[in-house]
């Protein structure tokens, strides 16, 4: 285990904390989400929205798959038949897999830019806070300290975007997906 260097504290892991300390940081959350708003909205906005279409995509895919199954059985059933639609459908499901590797990368994309502009405004805020401050704040060891700490944390903070935003995609795609095998094959509920 790491020991701390001269001055700092330390901190247990996120995983060898107890649940009641891991459940109270989520106060932290929206102050924090709020701040990645501020910063850039429009990309905040894309970045919902991608991860939207993302969540979604799936159901097309596995949907456009039954369809191409079909097409097999009923080419089985009646040989000779023509493959015209079949491999439409095919196309089809390669463009809805490019589609959602194209949709990951952009994703990845803006969650890079809008961290980095997160990153940019704490420390902008941080350097804007500590230009108010008496000089004789600074030569306090402790103090000194938890501005270093804190400018050091918002460079940390850029991956806590995708890591918030990405099981809320998962929430949005399991129910998409449970009314889509409703909707598909009613009979199996």
Known sequence: MAQ???????????????FREQFAALRHLPPFLALVWRTQPTLTLA???????????????????????????GLIETPGSDTLILWQWVGVELALVFCSDLLSRAINLVDSLLGDLVSNQTSYELIRHAA?????????????DKLERARRQTTGRTV?????????????????LGTGLIVFNPGSF
Do not use: M, W
């Not at 809320?168 to 998409?176: D, E, L």
């Open 160 to 176: 806590l975007i995708s890591q918030i935003l990405t099981p809320g995609t998962g929430c949005r795609f399991h129910p998409a």
């Open 132 to 144: 108010t401050l008496d000089l004789f704040q600074f030569e306090n060891p402790e103090f000194y």
């Open 47 to 73: 970045n919902l929205v991608l991860r939207l279409i993302k969540s979604v995509l799936p159901l097309a895919i596995l949907y456009v798959g039954k369809l191409i199954l079909d097409q097999i059985i």
């Open 4 to 18: 701390p260097r001269h001055g700092e504290r330390f901190t247990a892991p996120v995983e060898n904390r107890p």
